[in-house]
């Protein structure tokens, strides 16, 4: 058990339908990471917090937002949803900013979401 | 920007048999590197991971990965394959952009072992 958690664990819903996903990181940890995993795109980063600010973006599409609040969990708000769109959402989390002074990152166990 | 390439989607070794996962970074400055493993409708979890110091990390499950600099190379190896190593393994490398460390992974590398 990494300490993050995430839910739901499973989401379906019909395209065109909005969805949040919530993630509550470690105690004490200050940074949260979205990440998509598919089949063909594999592993994808998507957003990272650093103790409620928004730190960096990935492959994040303009259709899918995220936020960190004050108590440090986050949501990913997933919006005008696409078959394409069904993957594996995980979040993670880190004391500070992963990869610095070589902090891991800890993950939870996923959001796995279909859209039909 | 950092990049890592991990050689090999599937590799199958059987059971007993050395398991060598490959994994090359691009920068010409030592990163900070990391092997996480996925298992079967999980999460990623953490391995091993090299910062500074000793070049040879030992990790979990008896996993161990060699950062060389002259290749930038930092491949996971286990003597003697399991069948519970059966799983993806995912190569990272830590880089800094604009002021802010980000991670990079690897595509991946799913592990068969065969009984």
């Known amino acids: 058990d990494s300490g993050v958690t995430q839910t739901p664990k499973h989401l379906i819903t019909a395209t065109g339908q909005r969805v949040t996903l919530r993630c509550s990181p470690r105690?004490?940890?200050?940074?949260v990471y979205w990440y998509q995993q598919s089949l063909d795109q594999g592993l994808q980063f998507l957003i990272q917090?650093?103790?409620?600010?928004?730190?960096a973006k990935g492959n994040i599409l303009e259709r899918f937002s995220a936020q960190q609040f004050p108590d440090l969990h986050s949501e990913l708000n997933l919006s005008s949803l696409e078959l394409g769109d069904s993957a594996l959402y995980f979040c993670?989390?880190?004391?500070?900013?992963?990869?610095?002074?070589?902090?891991?990152?800890?993950f939870g166990p996923g959001t796995r979401l279909t859209v039909t | 920007a950092q990049s890592v390439t991990q050689l090999g989607s599937h590799v199958s070794v059987s059971e007993g048999a050395l398991v060598l996962l490959r994994c090359n970074y691009s920068?010409?400055?030592?990163?900070?590197l990391f092997w996480y493993v996925q298992y079967p409708n999980q999460g990623l979890q953490l391995l091993l991971k090299?910062?500074?110091?000793?070049?040879l990390v030992k990790g979990i499950n008896g996993f161990e990965a060699e950062f060389k600099k002259s290749e930038t190379s930092f491949h996971l190896t286990k003597p003697s394959a399991h069948m519970s190593d059966a799983a993806e393994y995912f190569c990272?490398?830590?880089?800094?952009?604009?002021?802010?460390?980000?991670?990079?992974f690897g595509t991946g590398t799913r592990l068969k072992v065969l009984a």
């Open positions: 993670a989390s880190s004391p500070r900013e992963a990869g610095g002074l070589g902090y891991e990152q800890y």
């Open positions: 105690s004490g940890d200050l940074s």
């Open positions: 917090y650093y103790n409620g600010e928004e730190r």
């Open positions: 920068s010409s400055v030592p990163p900070y």
């Open positions: 090299y910062t500074t110091g000793a070049t």
């Open positions: 990272a490398v830590s880089d800094r952009d604009s002021g802010t460390y980000k991670y990079i």
